[in-house]
């Protein structure tokens, strides 16, 4: 059966990685986390001092700049490698999540990180998370999810990732990178996180996590069968 690519979009912590992981196991697809690979990027214009204003610097950094993923077997998890090294748990932490966003929006970041993204997933067989999949980066996705949630459903569910790392953050402080996330990726000029006409919108806000699965699996099995019909028709 030919494979597709599977966009799931949406607002940050509504359990989208969680699900696109899951879908992708069941298909036998490659997972890939676009978030992931903004927030390896902000991860190393911090490191190395890069200036947000600074298109000169911005351009010779992301030249240095080499994201990758691998399977680490003992984690039994798929990690986001910068410049060769697993910054998987780094780039999780919350002095990445404040300024993930603001390096989100610069328009050569953009532009590299979409190319990459396309590449990754010429040969189809994809899920791919973030906010502009459905809508920039594989307009022509087979399905496409929209994910969202109520916010302070949100905010809970990250407080818990984040203690299952160890790591103690107030709600409220969460909910206010949450908030002010949503607000810069939904008003970006480039890209911007918006539902595309064509996205099944999913609302996880009451969901559990195999019901998310089941949706979009479901939509996935219906356009299967759509396209072997098509296949056997023409
Ligand atoms: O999915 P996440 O919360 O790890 O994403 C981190 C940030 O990266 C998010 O606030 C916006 C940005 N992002 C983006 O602009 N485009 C994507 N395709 C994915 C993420």
Redo the contacts with the bound molecule.
């Keep these: 059966m030919k494979k597709i690519v599977i966009a799931i979009d949406g607002y ?2 509504c359990g ?2 969680t699900t696109a992981k899951l879908v992708a196991a069941e298909l036998g697809y490659a997972y890939i986390d ?3 690979m ?2 390896a990027v902000t991860l190393y214009f911090l490191q190395n001092h890069v200036s947000f204003t600074n298109p000169k610097e911005i351009r010779e950094a992301l030249d240095n700049i080499d994201i990758t993923f691998h399977y680490n077997a003992k984690a039994k998890r798929n990690e986001v490698f910068l410049n060769g090294l697993s910054v998987e748990d780094e780039i999780r932490k919350m002095y990445v999540s404040n300024q ?2 603001e390096v ?1 929006v610069i328009v050569e970041v953009r532009r590299a990180m979409v190319a990459q993204q396309q590449k990754m997933g010429r040969r189809r067989g994809v899920v791919m ?5 459905g809508t920039a ?1 594989f307009p022509d996705a087979e399905v496409k999810i929209f994910m969202t949630a109520d916010v302070d459903t949100r905010a809970k569910r990250r407080q818990q990732e984040l203690l299952a790392k160890k790591q103690l953050v107030n709600l409220e402080e969460i909910k206010q990178n949450l908030e002010k ?1 949503d607000l810069i ?1 939904s008003t970006r000029t480039e890209s911007p996180l918006r539902r595309a006409e064509d996205a099944f919108l999913l609302d996880t806000s009451h969901m559990a996590i195999d019901e998310q699965v089941e949706f979009v699996l479901n939509k996935v099995t219906s356009k299967l069968i759509d396209r072997e019909i098509s296949v056997q028709q023409s």
């Design positions: 940050s912590s989208k990685s676009t978030g992931a903004y927030r993930v966003s989100s998370d973030g906010r502009d999949i980066v996330r990726d």
